[in-house]
């Protein structure tokens, strides 16, 4: 496990220097740990916040809508994270099918922890379904009530429906869709719908959702016409990610120091299961502003000591990372401010990269005549103009695939 080989690493340091190496995980081999309901004030009140959830049919029809959206998902939130001021993004998924099949509704509830939410998605087949109704009604439900949406009136709320079949109106024992969407305008949370396919009965009742919803309808191909183009920058942004993912390093009681392990152990998963241009996307993000909270989590020593918010000789010998126990007090300081500058390089290159990805993208979208009718491009244009309205202000070409 990693946690053993940066052990080995620390207890190597020299004055100087600090080495990790990442460790091969095997595939599918972690369960990410459960995303427990923040509290509504946990996030700082000094940068706007964005929270969005994704209502998505999971029955077999939808298979490939699924694989895009575990494509395009890190190119989802750093679109987001494109705003002025950069937001705090807080996500989270409604996976749907209907009565009879191996679940009606999972949920993974808004969280900054976005490696979690992504993990829990990767996991997610298309099966079931079948008679074309399905349990709209209640995803729609549950995405409103129970999820930990904040209190805070001037934060841009958004759910994204996003399916080809209309919601079963014939169960009585489920709250139908115009009461939900009654209770979402109280909330401040607008609801989009994106209807994959042309079935009429789902646009009729797509289109009515939007506009009780307050939000707007798109329409995609079946497999949701997503952008998908490799660059000449994804492979060496991958192997950035993992490097930037090592410079972790949790403390606190020993409940804290697991959760803190449970994320370094999610990463693994992500980098063993993930596409390499996948990979590449969640790198651009995690270097970004907003991306910060999904990068570092809770407990970060490295970022709390270099930040100058905690005293690291005011934390307790078994409070800190293991390796570090070992090591006299001026060898600690001096691996943190080693790994702390490693961090920062390793973001400045990123960057760089991610923007060279960028342009990469941009020019070659521009040469098969723009993707207006892409999942990317739609789910954009809703969050530009609704988000705009929050105070948050995204440019034309801030879209990215």
Same mark, same amino acid.
């Given at each position: ?70 494509? *395009?998902?890190?190119? @989802? $939130?750093?679109?987001?994270? %494109?705003?002025?001021?950069?937001? +705090?993004?807080?996500?989270?998924? !409604? =996976? ?108 009729? *009742?797509?289109?009515? @959702? $939007?506009?009780?919803?307050? %939000?707007?309808?798109?329409?995609? +191909?079946?497999?949701?016409?997503? !952008? =998908? ?173």
């Amino acid at each position: 496990m990693r946690s053993k080989i940066i052990a080995l690493a620390l207890f190597a340091f020299t004055a100087t220097t600090v080495a990790f190496y990442p460790s091969a995980q095997s595939i599918g081999a972690i369960t990410p740990p459960p995303l427990a309901p923040p509290p509504a004030d946990a996030l700082s009140n000094e940068r706007p916040r964005v929270e969005v959830v994704f209502v998505l049919d999971t029955t077999g029809s939808m298979g490939g809508l699924i694989q895009a959206a575990k494509e *395009k998902i890190w190119s @989802i $939130a750093s679109t987001m994270a %494109g705003a002025q001021p950069a937001p +705090e993004i807080r996500m989270g998924l !409604v =996976a749907y099918r209907d009565k009879g099949d191996a679940y009606v509704t999972r949920l993974v509830d808004l969280s900054a922890d976005l490696d979690a939410m992504y993990a829990r998605l990767m996991d997610f087949q298309a099966a079931g379904g079948g008679d074309t109704p399905e349990s709209v009604n209640q995803a729609l439900y549950d995405a409103v009530h129970s999820m930990s949406w904040s209190q805070d009136p001037a934060a841009y709320k958004v759910v994204f429906l996003v399916g080809d079949a209309p919601p079963h109106m014939d169960y009585r024992d489920d709250v139908k869709f115009p009461k939900t969407l009654a209770a979402a305008k109280e909330m401040g949370i607008v609801v989009n719908t994106v209807q994959c396919g042309q079935v009429g009965i789902t646009t009729d *009742k797509w289109q009515q @959702i $939007a506009r009780l919803g307050q %939000g707007r309808y798109f329409q995609v +191909e079946q497999a949701g016409n997503a !952008v =998908a183009l490799a660059t000449p920058f994804d492979e060496k942004l991958a192997k950035l990610s993992t490097k930037l993912d090592d410079t972790r390093l949790y403390y606190g009681t020993a409940e804290e120091k697991t959760k803190g392990q449970q994320k370094l152990e999610t990463a693994d998963k992500l980098h063993a299961v993930s596409s390499v241009e996948s990979q590449a996307r969640r790198a651009a993000f995690n270097a970004s502003e907003s991306g910060e909270a999904n990068l570092l989590g809770e407990g970060e020593l490295v970022d709390d000591v270099a930040s100058g918010r905690v005293d690291l000789s005011a934390i307790e010998r078994d409070h800190l990372p293991a390796p570090l126990q070992a090591l006299a007090p001026e060898e600690q300081k001096a691996a943190i401010t080693e790994t702390a500058k490693r961090r920062e390089e390793l973001q400045r290159q990123i960057k760089e990269l991610a923007d060279q990805r960028s342009a990469f993208l941009r020019k070659n979208v521009e040469e098969i005549g723009g993707a207006k009718d892409s999942l990317d491009y739609k789910i954009y244009s809703a969050v530009r103009e609704q988000a705009g309205k929050k105070g948050l202000r995204y440019e034309a070409d801030a879209l990215d695939y």
